[in-house]
């Protein structure tokens, strides 16, 4: 599934001029925010800014030398922290100078020392400085040079730089097996570029490199900037060599590979202008792209893993055909029947179609997060049982972040101890991100391809943010933490000051009508007539707040509850109103003005700086997320910390969210991630689905058995007609 470049922040190093400046521009075409590097000339750098600004993004522009490592890596901070964080670099920047080949004199010691610096390790420096940064990001990062057909050839501007190129082919490889798997390495080899520098070489010389293409011209730019974009979005693909030079390579590396290679299993490869095959596996890559074809033989032989590999290596040279979109999903196992996807049938069938139909316009998708409450004793258990190689490093994270062992509390802990507030609420944060997580790694689920808007309960906000692309999971458990220490803190200040017992109470009214009267009774007897806001002359202690609107005849009440008591009396005695209510698993009266001192602390939080000095949040974010408080998207930073802030006090506007998103944004499919079922009741009864229905419906993911079942639902709906 391919990776949305909205959004991202991306560092294209050389950026001003010549290949360089195309891609910054096409990249800002393509919704990323950029970081142009330039090191002698500003003015060209500020009118490639310009340029990329035009496209609506945010560009800025950053003086370092590209044939220093301590450079590069300022270079990355200072991208990060005028950004808001990075996600792609392209390594564009190189060193040469024109030399006799024939005279190994003819380039200095220094000068050999240079190209090495710029071409080698520059590159490794600047992932070095990145890796933290991108390991951070929930769909982690990439680096992609550029490198040169000098890399692979006897050819260019001199042999330092014909030598150091090829160096950085084998780095690509090196670093693409030691980062990962959350950040991809890859190298674009461009040919003969006729930018300001390629126009150095002799006439006659350009003529030459011409005519022994095998297209009979130059390496296009806006072709080889396409593959940096493809590579860019592509996420099956990693240690990988793209060559662009109009077949000037191409001699080398297909002198032995014939027209139309049967690679058995009825899978064919055919090459056109390619005069023969290849002896060594890397032609499907460095080779023109070729035309895949499947027989009707490609379903009996699905459980070959000859096919399979067939598959990945000609998915490498066509990223965008319908194999390479499902490939990856043939390596993982059926949940339902424990077999490999390639030997399940119904799995087997779904690829086929995946194959066979390609892409379909789907129906809207919604993402959601559950709130507290819904903690329970043993929630990661399955999930680190069924998953340990992708459930144990973040469990792990989760400690080291917060600097306690909140999964052994999670795991083995009693109830009372993962009820209390600052661990419920992290706990419940970090199990949905979890379980966002596997379904991305395990089912190659791509979170920015196949959701339009997430939003969470609550609590749940955090989660939403984090999978929105605006905070970081690290920054964003550290702040549920915080903000979880401040509320348990004013809960018991309040039992100190007032006595009795504070918390939680949900009521239920058989209709909306009935509903609505309610809540103007409510308002009347809490003396604020038909007003929503807060009653100042009353402490906060003695105030009784509407916490939650959760569906069109649901509320929570927020506050003492013996004051909550007294209210329900008097609505029952003198209001009419008899609505059935219940105690909530919540020891703190969340959503009302007792709160106060969490708001100022989120406040402080989120307009200052992290460690690393960046902001805490990340504008813009890669999906649409709805606020608990406004139940629209948030339009701006600023906005999303003010509210994010606010819907410590303020009222959660769940029933508003799900009405603005069914009737105004028309989303069909709603898949709820995270511990407890509540929310996924809630929403399939708001909009009147319950599981799967024609083009859409509404889906929990609680277990390993129902993210299978999930998984299949999404894709049994993917191709619904819709308008």
Not at 532 to 558: E, T, Y
Request: proline share 5%.
């Amino acid at each position: 599934m391919p990776y949305n470049l909205k959004g991202r922040n991306v560092l294209v190093t050389g950026g001003s001029a010549g290949l360089g400046e195309l891609i910054s521009t096409t990249f800002a075409k393509e919704g990323a925010n950029v970081a142009i590097n330039y090191f002698n000339r500003i003015e060209p750098a500020q009118k490639v800014q310009k340029a990329c600004e035009e496209q609506g993004v945010k560009a800025v522009v950053i003086k370092a030398d590209m044939t220093s490592t301590s450079e590069a890596k300022r270079a990355v901070q200072e991208t990060i922290k005028q950004l808001g964080g990075l996600d792609i670099v392209i390594a564009n920047a190189g060193w040469t100078r024109f030399a006799d080949w024939k005279d190994l004199d003819s380039v200095s010691e220094e000068e050999w020392d240079k190209c090495w610096s710029a071409n080698v390790k520059v590159p490794k420096a600047l992932l070095s400085e990145a890796r933290a940064t991108f390991d951070a990001n929930p769909d982690g990062g990439q680096m992609i040079t550029t490198g040169s057909i000098a890399a692979v050839s006897q050819v260019g501007s001199s042999m330092p730089y014909a030598v150091t190129k090829a160096a950085q082919v084998q780095l690509v490889k090196c670093l693409a097996v030691t980062v990962g798997p959350k950040i991809r390495v890859n190298t674009v080899l461009p040919g003969l570029l006729l930018t300001e520098w390629g126009l150095k070489f002799p006439e006659e010389r350009i003529q030459q490199g011409k005519d022994a293409a095998a297209l009979k011209h130059e390496t296009f730019l806006d072709d080889c900037v396409d593959a940096f974009v493809m590579l860019a979005k592509n996420t099956s693909m990693t240690g990988m060599r793209v060559q662009v030079d109009a077949g000037l390579t191409i001699q080398a590396a297909t002198s032995v590979v014939s027209e139309k290679q049967d690679l058995g299993h009825g899978l064919s490869l055919a090459r056109p202008h390619d005069p023969g095959p290849s002896s060594r596996a890397g032609a499907l890559v460095d080779s023109p792209r070729p035309k895949l074809r499947i027989s009707a033989k490609l379903t009996e032989a699905l459980n070959h893993d000859s096919l399979i590999i067939a598959i990945y290596a000609s998915a490498m040279s066509s990223p965008l055909s319908p194999v390479a979109r499902v490939a990856p999903r043939l390596s993982r196992r059926c949940m339902r029947c424990g077999q490999r996807s390639d030997s399940c049938q119904p799995a087997r069938r779904r690829w086929m179609s995946s194959v066979r139909d390609g892409p379909a316009k789907r129906p809207k998708t919604a993402i959601f997060f559950p709130g507290q409450g819904v903690q329970r004793v043993g929630m990661c258990a399955p999930w680190l049982e069924a998953f340990p190689s992708t459930a144990k490093p973040i469990l792990e994270e989760i400690d080291q972040t917060l600097g306690l062992a909140l999964t052994r509390i999670i795991e083995f802990g009693t109830n009372a101890e993962l009820t209390r507030t600052e661990n419920a609420q992290p706990a419940i944060m970090a199990t949905s991100i979890l379980i966002l997580r596997i379904l991305e790694k395990e089912f190659g689920f791509k979170t920015g391809e196949r959701v339009d808007v997430t939003l969470g309960h609550s609590l749940g906000e955090f989660a939403a943010l984090v999978a929105g692309g605006y905070l970081t999971f690290q920054d964003a458990l550290k702040m549920v933490r915080k903000r979880a220490e401040v509320m348990a803190k004013c809960s018991q200040e309040a039992v100190a000051e007032e006595g009795g017992e504070f918390g939680m109470v949900a009521l239920v009214c058989e209709s909306e009508e009935h509903m609505q009267a309610l809540i103007h009774g409510i308002h009347e007897f809490l003396a604020l007539g038909s007003k929503a806001d807060s009653s100042d002359h009353l402490p906060a202690v003695q105030q009784v707040a509407i916490a939650n609107l959760n569906s069109k005849n649901q509320i929570v009440l927020s506050g003492s509850i013996t004051r909550i008591s007294t209210l329900l009396t008097n609505l029952r005695q003198f209001g009419g109103h008899d609505p059935r209510h219940v105690r909530l698993k919540s020891d703190a009266p969340f959503h009302s003005l007792l709160m106060k001192p969490a708001q100022e602390t989120m406040k402080r939080i989120l307009h200052k700086e992290t460690e690393d000095g960046r902001d805490i949040v990340t504008w813009p974010g890669i999906l649409p997320c709805i606020s608990n408080v406004s139940g629209k998207p948030f339009t701006d930073k600023e906005q999303l910390k003010d509210l994010l802030a606010r819907s410590c006090v303020e009222t959660v506007q769940w029933w508003k969210s799900i009405k603005y998103l069914h009737e105004k944004e028309k989303i069909m499919r709603y898949v709820g991630i995270g511990p407890g079922k509540v929310g996924r009741n809630l929403v399939g009864k708001e909009v009147g689905m319950k599981g799967s229905v024609k083009g859409g419906g509404v889906w929990g993911i609680t277990s390993p058995k129902e993210m299978e079942e999930v998984v299949r639902a999404l894709d049994d709906t993917e191709n619904s007609d819709v308008e």
